[in-house]
C-alpha cells in the first residue's frame, strides 16, 4: 500500500527483549535441584491513525497500544537413572506475574475508544516429565573420534521421552463474565 511507505507498520513492534537463567547445583544439598527465570518484553504497538481534516489517515502520528511484558519461572530436579538414562521433572509458571485486563487491538479513528480488544495472557503452569537416552557411542570420552582422528565421526541427538500437564486460567469467552468469574481450564500436553 502506497500509503504507508516510509511509515511504521502497524501491528508490528520495533522492539523485542528476551532474558533467560538458569542455575543449577551441582554438589551438596542441592544437587540435581535447578532454577530459573525468563523476562519478555516488547515495545508498544501501533493500534491505529488519527484522521486529518481532509478526511484522510495522518500516518506520522499514530496511536499506540501498552507495551508488554512477562515473567516466567522454573524449578526442576534431574539425575541419573544409569550410564545412558536421565531424568528430569521440572515445573514451570508462565506469565508468573498476570493481571486480569484487557489489551486494546485496535481504535475507532475518530474518538479514540476501542474497537476490538483481547484478554492480557493467562497464568500458565507446566508439569513437564523427561526421560534421556544418551547413545552408547556418546558414553565415556565423549563423542567417538571420525578415521583420521580428527573431530565427531557423527552428531548423534540426543533421545528423550516427555510427557505433561498444564493448567491454565482462563477468563470467560464473554465480556460481561470476565469481570465477574474465572474457569479454570486444564489441557494435555
Not at 85 to 92: E, H
Not at 103 to 128: L, M, Y
Not at 138 to 150: D, I, K, S, T
Request: contains cysteine.
Amino acid at each position: 500500500m502506497k500509503l504507508h511507505e516510509g511509515a511504521a507498520a502497524p501491528e508490528i513492534r520495533k522492539w523485542r527483549y528476551n532474558l533467560v537463567t538458569n542455575y543449577s547445583f551441582r554438589e551438596g544439598r542441592f544437587k540435581g535441584v535447578g532454577v530459573g527465570g525468563g523476562y519478555r518484553w516488547q515495545d508498544k504497538v501501533i493500534i491505529g491513525y488519527p484522521v486529518s481534516a481532509g478526511g484522510s489517515f495522518d500516518l506520522a502520528k499514530p496511536y499506540f497500544g501498552p507495551a508488554e511484558d512477562g515473567i516466567d519461572l522454573w524449578t526442576g530436579y534431574e539425575r541419573k537413572l544409569n550410564e545412558r538414562l536421565t531424568w528430569k521433572l521440572q515445573l514451570n509458571v508462565r506469565n508468573a506475574f498476570a493481571r486480569d485486563g484487557l489489551i486494546p487491538v485496535s481504535i475507532q479513528p475518530g474518538d479514540r475508544t476501542w474497537a476490538s480488544v483481547r484478554v492480557e495472557p493467562n497464568q500458565e503452569w507446566f508439569v513437564t516429565n523427561t526421560i534421556s537416552c544418551r547413545p552408547a557411542a556418546m558414553q565415556g570420552r565423549g563423542r567417538p573420534a571420525n578415521r583420521q582422528g580428527q573431530g565427531p565421526a557423527l552428531r548423534v541427538r540426543r533421545l528423550f521421552f516427555r510427557s505433561g500437564a498444564a493448567v491454565s486460567r482462563r477468563p470467560r469467552p464473554s465480556f460481561r463474565a470476565w469481570r465477574a468469574s474465572r474457569s479454570w481450564s486444564a489441557r494435555r500436553r
